[in-house]
């Protein structure tokens, strides 16, 4: 039982009890909320969170491999981009060029799933690539590329960059994963982490019901000042935050309103394009603002 702020050691919390709503496996969950910064956690975590990562979970499905010319296509796109014509750029390579990392750099993913941003890499020229995560099927081996069943506890060596996409909320304590992002990052090394925070509207308006809230699997959800505090206590200089939220936090937040559950539910069936495309743009307003649902971290140690 967490009763402590694990961003700020603050005692000041309101509590919230939350349902397992993503596979619609109901259970209550109860949650604090820190009255100083802001963060949000789940109080205890349950004995078997495995059982909430089943083996068709979004995160695993199995990658359809890119045709040999696409992946020649994507290396062209990714050196033209390194010139400066940022509109080829896409989501990945604008991740690249903020964290400045090259090519031969040591970069990790750090709950990869099923390890697709790391082939996206891979298949731009990048060399020393490594993804860890604990629930994958199984694990993968090449010379420039690697992937391994373990958890960030259990890493071992030194790297240049590292990266946690939508993997950092489901880790059970983020001093100690904050200590062990320290203890291998290398001099100079940099760390991406993306994850959903509780500055956003909707999380302030809509409590239980948020969408990236994802009890019971979301252990912790910090805001925005809840981060850079975390990092200071590590030596890490936050650089740079950037919120990126979607649309996913209006229509995802009204699937659970509505006791709704993703087995049971078809995006294209229930909103039209016109309506899927106000939402996205509803949620770059709020990005403009730093009032969106999720923000990428930029650290620097």
Same mark, same amino acid.
């Given at each position: 039982?967490?009763?402590?702020?694990?961003?700020?050691?603050?005692?000041?919390?309101?509590?919230?009890?939350?349902?397992?709503?993503?596979?619609? #496996?109901? !259970?209550? =969950? /109860?949650? $604090?909320?820190?009255?100083?910064?802001?963060?949000?956690?789940?109080?205890? %975590?349950? +004995?078997?969170?495995?059982?909430?990562?089943?083996?068709?979970?979004?995160?695993?499905?199995?990658?359809?491999?890119?045709?040999?010319?696409?992946?020649?296509?994507?290396?062209?796109?990714?050196?033209?981009?390194?010139?400066?014509?940022?509109?080829?750029?896409?989501?990945?390579?604008?991740?690249?060029?903020?964290?400045?990392?090259?090519?031969?750099?040591?970069?990790?993913?750090?709950?990869?799933?099923?390890?697709?941003?790391?082939?996206?890499?891979?298949?731009?020229?990048?060399?020393?690539?490594?993804?860890?995560?604990?629930?994958?099927?199984?694990?993968?081996?090449?010379?420039?590329?690697?992937?391994?069943?373990?958890?960030?506890?259990? #890493?071992? !060596?030194? =790297? /240049?960059? $590292?990266?946690?996409?939508?993997?950092?909320?489901?880790?059970?304590?983020? %001093?100690? +994963?904050?200590?062990?992002?320290?203890?291998?990052?290398?001099?100079?090394?940099?760390?991406?982490?993306?994850?959903?925070?509780?500055?956003?509207?909707?999380?302030?308006?809509?409590?239980?019901?948020?969408?990236?809230?994802?009890?019971?699997?979301?252990?912790?959800?910090?805001?925005?000042?809840?981060?850079?505090?975390?990092?200071?206590?590590?030596?890490?200089?936050?650089?740079?935050?950037?919120?990126?939220?979607?649309?996913?936090?209006?229509?995802?937040?009204?699937?659970?309103?509505?006791?709704?559950?993703?087995?049971?539910?078809?995006?294209?069936?229930?909103?039209?394009?016109?309506?899927?495309?106000?939402?996205?743009?509803?949620?770059?307003?709020?990005?403009?603002?730093?009032?969106?649902?999720?923000?990428?971290?930029?650290?620097?140690?």
């Amino acid at each position: 039982m967490r009763s402590l702020c694990p961003a700020c050691s603050s005692s000041h919390t309101t509590a919230l009890t939350a349902s397992e709503r993503m596979l619609g #496996l109901g !259970g209550n =969950f /109860d949650y $604090l909320e820190c009255q100083s910064c802001g963060s949000l956690w789940i109080k205890s %975590i349950p +004995s078997d969170l495995s059982a909430y990562y089943p083996a068709n979970y979004y995160a695993f499905q199995a990658i359809k491999p890119d045709k040999n010319l696409i992946q020649k296509l994507k290396r062209i796109r990714y050196q033209i981009s390194k010139v400066g014509f940022s509109f080829l750029d896409n989501e990945y390579l604008q991740w690249i060029k903020n964290l400045r990392t090259h090519e031969n750099e040591s970069i990790a993913d750090i709950g990869c799933g099923n390890g697709n941003l790391l082939w996206q890499l891979n298949f731009c020229g990048f060399k020393n690539l490594q993804g860890f995560d604990p629930f994958i099927p199984q694990e993968f081996d090449s010379p420039s590329l690697k992937i391994k069943k373990l958890p960030l506890s259990e #890493l071992k !060596g030194k =790297f /240049d960059v $590292l990266m946690f996409h939508h993997s950092f909320e489901h880790f059970e304590d983020p %001093i100690e +994963s904050f200590a062990k992002i320290s203890e291998i990052l290398n001099p100079g090394g940099r760390v991406l982490i993306r994850l959903p925070v509780t500055d956003g509207v909707v999380w302030k308006k809509e409590r239980e019901f948020w969408f990236q809230l994802d009890a019971p699997r979301h252990l912790f959800i910090p805001s925005v000042k809840g981060m850079e505090m975390l990092g200071k206590k590590f030596g890490l200089k936050l650089e740079k935050v950037e919120f990126d939220s979607l649309g996913n936090q209006f229509w995802g937040t009204e699937l659970y309103k509505k006791g709704g559950n993703y087995a049971d539910f078809n995006l294209l069936e229930t909103y039209s394009k016109s309506e899927l495309k106000e939402f996205e743009r509803k949620a770059q307003i709020l990005n403009a603002k730093k009032q969106g649902d999720q923000a990428a971290f930029y650290f620097k140690k």
